[in-house]
C-alpha cells in the first residue's frame, strides 16, 4: 500500500516562502516514477504545480515556475515543495502524489495552506 | 487556468446513468491520454479512470471512460448516493507543456 503524507506549516505570511514536505511510506522513491504537487484553492478546482523524478529531473506548471522548486531527498523517502513571494491566492489545499506518466494514482490527504499576516 | 471545459453540474436519481464530458483541443485531449478524479466530500481525490477507459484496481464496472477527437467523457450507470462527488478530467497538454485539470463537474443524487 504506498501512503503520502503532507506536513509543513499552516499558516505563511505575505511575501514569504510556503514550504511542505510529502513523506512516502510502502514504495521507494528510488524505484521510479515521478512524484508531484497539486493544490485547489477554497470552493475550486485542482492545479498542478509540478513533479520531480527520483533523479531530480523536474517539470512545472508554467504558470508557477518562477516561483516554485521541487526537489527529492530519496535518503528520507520524501520529496518537497518551495513556492516564494505568496500572496492571498497561494492560500488552498496542498497535496502530493504519484505521478505516472501524468496519472496521479496515490494522493496523500492534503493540507491546507493559508496565506494571511 | 483551466483549459478542458466540463459542465459545472450533473444530476440523476438512484439507478440512472450520469455523463460528464470534457471539451479539450488538439494540444491536449487530442493528442494525450485522459484520466478521471473523483473526489468526495472532504476528501482528496482518487483516480477513477487512466489511459481513457481504464478502471484501477477497485473501480466498479458501473464507471465507465470514453474519448473521440478532443473530447472525453465518463458515464456513471446505476447511480447510487455515494457517487455524490465532484469529477475532474485531466490530461498533458503539449503547448502548455503541463498538466492540466477540467473545470470539474458535480454530480448530485437526487
Known amino acids: 500500500q504506498v501512503l503520502l503524507q503532507e506536513s509543513g506549516p499552516g499558516l505563511v505570511k505575505p511575501s514569504e516562502t510556503l514550504s511542505l514536505t510529502c513523506t512516502v511510506s510502502g514504495y521507494s522513491i528510488r524505484r521510479g516514477y515521478y512524484w508531484g504537487w497539486i493544490r485547489q484553492p477554497p470552493g475550486k478546482g485542482l492545479e498542478w504545480i509540478g513533479s520531480i523524478y527520483h533523479s531530480g529531473s523536474t517539470y512545472y506548471n508554467p504558470s508557477l515556475k518562477s516561483r516554485v522548486t521541487i526537489s527529492v531527498d530519496t535518503s528520507k523517502n520524501q520529496f518537497s515543495l518551495k513556492v516564494t513571494s505568496v500572496t492571498a491566492a497561494d492560500t488552498a489545499e496542498y497535496y502530493c502524489?504519484?505521478?505516472?506518466?501524468?496519472?496521479?494514482?496515490?494522493w496523500g490527504q492534503g493540507t491546507l495552506v493559508t496565506v494571511s499576516s | 487556468q483551466s483549459v478542458l471545459t466540463q459542465p459545472p453540474s450533473a444530476s440523476g436519481t438512484p439507478g440512472q446513468r450520469v455523463t460528464i464530458s470534457c471539451s479539450g483541443s488538439?494540444?491536449?485531449?487530442?493528442?494525450?491520454?485522459v484520466n478521471w478524479y473523483q473526489q468526495l466530500p472532504g476528501a482528496a481525490p482518487k483516480l477513477l479512470i487512466y489511459s481513457n477507459s481504464q478502471r484501477p484496481s477497485g473501480v466498479p464496472d458501473r464507471c465507465s471512460g470514453s474519448k473521440s477527437g478532443t473530447s472525453a467523457s465518463l458515464a456513471i450507470s446505476g447511480l447510487q448516493s455515494e457517487d455524490e462527488a465532484d469529477f475532474y478530467c485531466?490530461?498533458?497538454?503539449?503547448?502548455?507543456?503541463?498538466?492540466?485539470f477540467g473545470t470539474g463537474t458535480k454530480v448530485t443524487v437526487l
Open positions: 502524489a504519484r505521478d505516472f506518466s501524468g496519472c496521479l494514482d496515490y
Open positions: 488538439s494540444s491536449n485531449i487530442g493528442s494525450n491520454t
Open positions: 485531466a490530461a498533458w497538454d503539449d503547448i502548455l507543456n503541463g498538466y492540466v
